[in-house]
């Protein structure tokens, strides 16, 4: 078993629709999450990033994590044809120590 | 400011040949990271410097992979001798040692072995 699982998709929404990412994970030492988007044939990007359990708001963007239950999440709100990428999370136990990532959902955001 | 570099962006090798990446970190940033990403896949990290000190190395295939980062600043991952397996993309990244800045991905090496 992995410790990130995320379902990889594809996700196709119209614009303007509401999306939800998520991810689970077994390790529950986990306390640093992330979440990356990545460009075609680009490196990821930090998104989004929060330290324990709780919310996180960033513009359109919502990030939530359930330590409980282990599992995040990523609220995209009026999505936008921009936002067409793929969406990784990423955790890790401490604040300096290696990130695992999920394998990726692949977004599409139709005009 | 350029972000992180890596050259080439492109590389076709064939099997049992060496290759190798560079990598130009973001100035200041003293945590470089290398990292594999396969095709629908998340990244993996196969090696992690703090200056000049690999200080995770654990998943780095030591019998044909080597790395090194002089003077703290660049980095090089060679591959040798390359298998088909190896076709993948190799991201390098740097940052502070504190995930909550956020650490920066080059655009990578996309490596096809045929």
């Known amino acids: 078993q992995k410790e990130v699982e995320q379902d990889p998709g594809p996700l196709s929404v119209p614009e303007g629709a509401i999306v939800s990412l998520n991810c689970t994970y077994s390790?529950?030492?986990?306390?640093?999450f992330m979440w990356y988007r990545q460009y075609s044939r680009k490196g990821p990007e930090l998104l989004m990033y929060?330290?324990?359990?709780g919310n996180k708001e960033d513009g359109r963007f919502t990030a939530q994590v359930d330590k409980s239950s282990k599992y995040i999440s990523l609220f995209i709100r009026d999505s936008q044809p921009s936002d067409s990428a793929t969406y990784l999370c990423a955790m890790s136990s401490t604040g300096a120590n290696n990130l695992f990532f999920g394998t990726g959902t692949r977004l599409t955001v139709i005009p | 400011e350029a972000g992180v570099v890596q050259s080439p962006r492109y590389k076709i090798i064939e099997k049992k040949q060496p290759v190798a990446f560079w990598c130009n970190p973001i100035s200041g940033h003293n945590t470089l990271y290398w990292y594999l990403q396969n095709l629908g896949q998340g990244p993996e990290l196969l090696i992690r410097y703090e200056n000049e000190e690999a200080v995770d190395d654990s998943q780095l295939p030591k019998d044909r992979f080597s790395a090194e980062r002089l003077k703290g600043v660049d980095s090089t991952l060679k591959i040798q001798p390359a298998e088909l397996g190896d076709s993948a993309v190799y991201l390098c990244?740097?940052?502070?040692?504190?995930?909550?800045?956020?650490?920066?991905f080059g655009s990578g090496t996309r490596l096809t072995v045929v």
């Open positions: 929060t330290y324990s359990s």
């Open positions: 390790n529950s030492a986990f306390q640093y």
């Open positions: 990244a740097s940052g502070t040692r504190h995930h909550g800045d956020g650490y920066t």
